[in-house]
């Protein structure tokens, strides 16, 4: 599903993000990208969503080479994925299930096919109740489980996930997480990026360990210690 | 599905409009400036033009003869006159009938003993032309015949009418490019100002994997619309003026000349509404080039 092949990462202004990385990840894979903050982390998910393009290296996600992709191709692959934010980036003046709907509005649905995929994925992460809801009167774990329905209701087969527990509560956290557990034994393939180690050694899935844009551990399910 | 997203662009375009409505108002009132000034810069140049050829079909050359010819020699010059091609008509003026003119009009009747008893005032032809276009051409000719002292045609109020319309080409020009370029700037900046309030939304719309082209049309939409709006105020207040203005004249002023053809103030129009679109869309595409790039 996703190939990374000798990918360096170096921006504009000299700084090296990433070194010479491989990784390899199956359809249908939990994976973790660990690692303190400015190792690499965030700039491997924003090449994976083709945010940032990779100065070296392949990077292939379903057979389509990002480094060969055009821009006006971009739209095509973002909709084989999800992505969920620390930030939420929720619009505030939409209700819950209007902030669900644009993302398939602006793809050109119809009416009733919006409204009942996004009844069923409010279903999924808990939110039928609060569908009428505005973002600012739900708890930081429901904005959370907001935007995870937004990335999920166009039913990508990738679901890429930046520090999503950054902004919660341990409990809260937990939460989010077993939603994403369940996504994930539906069939689609998680990459989150996280410093959240109890999270990490709750799960028991696949871990890859970055530091200073290197890959230093890469185990299989629950073999991660720190 | 083509219908959903249709009707998601014009309703948000109109959506932007109306968030900022002073801005929206200017942007309008500006292309309908520049279009009412281009738009009456095109018709006042027809005109003096049409005016300048309706007076030069009238046109006359004056003949002057040199002094002291006999009659004989003045049937020559005549006859060599109507041999020239487009000439449609000649009149002789005998210097006392010039003279007689002249103390018609001065209201005197005594100018001969006032100029001491001689008539300086020479013999004159007075030559219609069949065809506006052939006066200058004619007028050398006639210029050169033996015994023609001088000519004399509307040579001059037509240099300095259409030096005038050159000139007024210019200043309409600049005027028109003006406001134009106003008008670019503040949809520009309308569109740069509702581009930046959704940034949000725009960046939620990328990320779930809208295009490009959709995330840009409402923006294009609205451009356009604004150049539209003002284009057709314009529209409506030349045509309304234009009308008025013909019915006037041609209910008073019935000896001035004026365009009345229908199909040619029908592509002014049009051509308005096109150029105010335009801006627009220009505008549009300007304020849009810088971000959605990659």
Redesign the interface.
């Known amino acids: 599903m996703i190939k990374l092949r000798h990918v360096s990462k170096i921006y504009p202004n000299g700084a090296r993000a990433l070194f010479n990385v491989n990784i390899e990840i199956e359809k249908g894979e939990f994976v973790f990208l660990v690692g303190p903050s400015g190792a690499g982390k965030s700039t491997l998910i924003k090449l994976l969503?083709r945010e940032e393009i990779a100065t070296r290296g392949q990077v292939i996600i379903d057979q389509i080479n990002l480094m060969r992709l055009k821009?006006?191709q971009?739209?095509?692959?973002?909709?084989?994925m999800g992505?969920i934010f620390q930030d939420f980036?929720l619009?505030p003046k939409k209700t819950v299930f209007e902030n669900v709907a644009?993302?398939q509005?602006?793809?050109?649905?119809?009416?009733k096919e919006i409204t009942e995929n996004t009844l069923k994925t409010l279903e999924l992460v808990g939110l039928a109740r609060k569908k009428d809801c505005y973002p600012l009167e739900l708890s930081g774990g429901e904005q959370q489980r907001v935007c995870i329905a937004?990335?999920l209701v166009?039913k990508p087969s990738l679901l890429i996930a930046d520090e999503p527990t950054g902004n919660l509560d341990v409990d809260t956290a937990q939460e989010i997480m077993e939603i994403i557990d369940k996504i994930n034994k539906m069939g689609t393939t998680v990459v989150m990026a996280t410093h959240a180690l109890h999270i990490v050694e709750n799960m028991k899935k696949r871990v890859i360990r970055i530091e200073e844009g290197k890959i230093v551990a890469d185990s299989k399910e629950g073999a991660f210690i720190n | 599905m083509k219908l959903n997203i249709v009707k998601y662009v014009f309703i948000q375009a109109f959506s932007s409009l109306s968030r900022n409505i002073w801005l929206t108002t200017a942007s309008i009132l500006t292309v309908m400036l520049a279009l009412t000034l281009l738009g009456s810069s095109i018709l006042f140049l027809a005109n003096t033009a049409y005016v300048a050829e309706t007076f030069e079909s009238q046109i006359e050359i004056a003949a002057f003869l040199e002094e002291g010819l006999s009659d004989e020699e003045i049937t020559q010059v005549r006859n060599q006159i109507a041999r020239l091609p487009g000439v449609a008509e000649i009149k002789l003026t005998t210097p006392e009938e010039a003279l007689a003119e002249l103390q018609r009009s001065m209201g005197t009747t005594t100018l001969l003993e006032d100029l001491g008893g001689v008539n300086p005032l020479p013999a004159k032809f007075t030559v219609m032309a069949t065809d506006a276009h052939l006066v200058k051409n004619l007028a050398v000719q006639i210029g050169n015949i033996d015994g023609v002292a001088k000519i004399r045609y509307g040579q001059g109020f037509f240099e300095k009418l259409i030096g005038f319309t050159d000139w007024l080409r210019w200043i309409g020009l600049i005027v028109v490019a003006l406001f134009s370029f106003a008008s670019l700037l503040l949809i520009a900046m309308n569109i740069k100002t509702n581009v930046n309030f959704k940034e949000n939304e725009i960046q939620i719309m990328r990320l779930v994997g809208a295009s490009n082209a959709f995330i840009r049309w409402p923006f294009i939409i609205e451009g356009l619309l604004l150049g539209l709006f003002g284009a057709l105020i314009a529209i409506a207040i030349i045509s309304f003026s234009y009308n008025s203005l013909l019915d006037y004249i041609i209910n008073s002023l019935s000896f001035l000349p004026i365009v009345t053809d229908s199909d040619f103030i029908q592509q002014v129009l049009l051509m308005m509404l096109g150029y105010g679109m335009g801006i627009g869309i220009l505008a549009s595409v300007i304020s849009l080039s810088r971000f959605l790039r990659n």
Do not use: E
């Not at chain 1, 971009?74 to 084989?80: D, G």
């Not at chain 1, 509005?105 to 009416?111: H, M, R, T």
């Open positions: 969503y821009p006006r971009i739209p095509l692959l973002r909709r084989k992505i980036k619009l644009f993302a509005q602006v793809l050109g649905k119809g009416k937004r990335a166009n």
